[in-house]
């Protein structure tokens, strides 16, 4: 069965460094998610994008934040400059259409 | 108010009962209306999803949607111990994109 997968699984990094988050979701879906979750807290979202550009933002996805589909497979979170505050479990998401989103088993990050 | 409240639970229930998960919402614009389960430190995985009012059922899932009283429920049957997780309620509008998920009900079902 078709699933989102991401990568790393962890990521530590220290305040003020940038951060590639990598996402692939799944093969035939058009519209592309990012949430995250604050350790004990709801799962919040971040971004969607879909036909290349971005479609819905959050106030949480600021100027620190940029996503991109560099090829037909990858799609990107990057954080410039992290913030102590930005640790959290970032998933990713697919969907066909206005549908199901599937999620991806997540990354955890850790700004130290 | 909030846009999505669900009881935090935990809920424990033994084995083989019915479980009852309900969730209440504010925005009347919301259409979709899906149930995520969430294991610990794992990725939301989608159990059930309906469209506007009515009942779904799927194996041991039945999701039920009230937009008159703005109220969503899910009942698990014959409930195992694998179904311990968190359950997340997630409406979503008819174009919008994000889902705008619940706190969660953390279950536990006693072997």
């Known amino acids: 069965e078709p699933e989102v997968t991401q990568t790393p699984s962890h990521q530590v990094t220290q305040m003020g460094q940038e951060v590639i988050l990598r996402c692939v979701p799944i093969?035939?879906?058009?519209?592309f998610y990012w949430y995250r979750q604050i350790l004990g807290q709801k799962v919040e979202f971040l971004v969607s994008?879909?036909?290349?550009?971005?479609?819905?933002k959050s106030e949480i996805f600021d100027d620190q934040f940029s996503v991109e589909r560099p090829d037909g497979s990858n799609f990107t979170l990057k954080i410039r400059s992290t913030k102590l505050e930005d640790s959290a479990m970032y998933f990713c998401a697919s969907s066909q259409g206005y549908n199901e989103q599937f999620f991806g088993p997540g990354t955890r990050l850790t700004v130290l | 108010q909030k846009e999505v409240e669900q009881d935090p639970g935990p809920l424990s229930v033994p084995e083989g009962a019915i479980v009852s998960l309900n969730c209440t919402y504010s925005n009347s614009a919301f259409q979709y209306f899906m149930w995520y389960r969430q294991y610990s430190r794992k990725g939301p995985e989608l159990l059930m999803y309906?469209?506007?009012?009515g009942n779904k059922e799927d194996g041991r899932f039945t999701a039920q949607v009230d937009k008159s009283s703005k109220y969503i429920s899910l009942f698990i049957r014959d409930s195992q111990p694998s179904d311990s997780a968190t359950y997340l309620c997630?409406?979503?509008?008819?174009?919008?994109?994000?889902?705008?998920f619940g706190k969660g009900t953390r279950l536990h079902i006693l072997p």
């Open positions: 309906t469209y506007s009012s």
């Open positions: 997630a409406p979503r509008g008819n174009r919008d994109d994000k889902i705008i």
């Open positions: 093969s035939n879906h058009l519209y």
């Open positions: 994008f879909y036909n290349n550009e971005i479609s819905e």
